[in-house]
């Protein structure tokens, strides 16, 4: 059937290539010169090198890895994410060069890429949105205008943004002016586009998205929802399908709001449109995302569907083998993104050395991970590891499954999310489901993580006391005492 090629690295090179081989394709993997060990290099049927670790000199070599995929006879280029996957003018160079984009058209990707282009090119249909403007704002005196007119708080946005670069909340009027100047500094620096814009902001949001997805025949279904409003640095941390908040009545407003984006733009294949939710249940349209998200698996556990290898489906040309009415939700979903980072030290990006690594595995649990034991997390990516998912039969399984899941995840040698999952999934907020895109600001700190270290050491260790005082009266041999000065490798911080 041909070979795919993956532009990309880490786990979701993983993820596709599993799919694209049961599909029956052969696959094709690039690699700079830090991953040369990588499990994806290993995985594909032919690897090639791009050059030097930096992204710069390497995955975002477009015009390399379109020549790597003629000298290797691909039939599609599958981005993944992040990289090239939302870089309309690579995706229209592969169609160019004669091969297939695994993706959207290259104009939606352009529409949906600049937020003020969204905005206009879904403006012609009933979808809420945001107070603010239609266009650019340059003029400091007209942004307080629009401020006034709209009601502080004010968010000020790129236009060209994404990962909350370019992003200031104002609250009041005499901020406005600095606020802006350093929204649209950033934002020059991180897009090269310093166009900025002002929406309301909303002080209390739900972050929920809808997964769409479209085949070339004028057929389009949204996939239900997922709730990503745990963030830190406006990123996502953990994710859960379906949302605890919405009603079937709700769902369906937004599902079919969703797809209305896509046919804006004339979308094709897999894309996520983002919404906010406010403390009211209104809904108002943020952006799409063009691309595979990183939180798909989650929709993909609870549809029975394997987006990859639908998304290979529509490249080639078929059409859906379902309509709305055959998806049902299935059970619930719940991701945590394993960072290589600090929680303790406000997220600071670490890197070190996997000295043990032994992902979690069992009933309902499922990792995908780029990296293997002994290997090194570059400081030239984005620093996640894996993404640990749990699916169960209602939310409060999933709940305990993922608490059953950080606990046995051995990992050593770095900092990293476990702990502050952990501290996600034992937070009442959470686990009522009554939480916000505030819950990292408003509940957690450092000497949260302590508090839940120590109820687990206290009770690993009330239960190996009880299984020596129980062996001992059986006469089974068990005679050394478990205490503080004994403890030894047991009591190891398990997701330290």
Known sequence: MGKILIANRGEIAVRIIRSAREMGYSTVAVYSDADIDAPHVRLADEAYRLGPAPSNQSYLLGDKIIEISRQAGVWGIHPGYGFLSENYAFAQAVTDAGLVFIGPKPHAIQIMGNKLAAKAAVSAYQIPMLGGTAGAVVDVEEAKEIAEKIGYPVLIKAAAGGGGKGMRVVYESALLENEMKRAVSEALSSFGDGSVFIEKY??????????????????????????????????????????????????????????DVGRSCDYLGAGTVEFLVDDQGKFFFLEMNTRLQVEHPVTELITGLDLVKEQIKVARGEALSFNQEDLKIYGHAI?????????????????????????????????????????????????????????????????????????????????NTLSFGHFVMEHPAFISGDYNTHFVPAYFSPEKLSVVENQSDNKLIAALSAWIYESNKQGNGATTPIGPANNGAWLRRRWA
């Open 202 to 259: 909303v002080t209390s949001p739900r972050h929920i998205e809808i997964q769409v997805l479209f085949d070339s025949h004028g057929n389009g279904v949204y996939l239900f929802e997922r709730d990503c409003s745990i963030q830190r640095r406006h990123q996502k941390v953990v994710e859960e399908a379906p949302s605890a908040v919405l009603s079937p009545s709700l769902r369906k407003a937004m599902g079919e709001a969703a797809l």
């Open 335 to 415: 991701e945590l993104r394993l960072y290589a980072e600090d929680p303790a030290n406000n997220f600071l990006p670490y890197t070190g050395t996997l000295t043990r690594y032994r992902p979690s595995n069992g009933p309902g649990v499922r990792v995908d991970s780029g990296f293997e034991e002994g290997m090194t997390i570059p400081v030239h990516y984005d620093p996640m590891i894996a993404k640990l998912i749990v699916h169960g039969a209602d939310r409060a399984e999933a709940i305990a499954r993922m608490k059953r899941a950080i606990h046995e995840f051995q990992l050593e040698g770095i900092e």
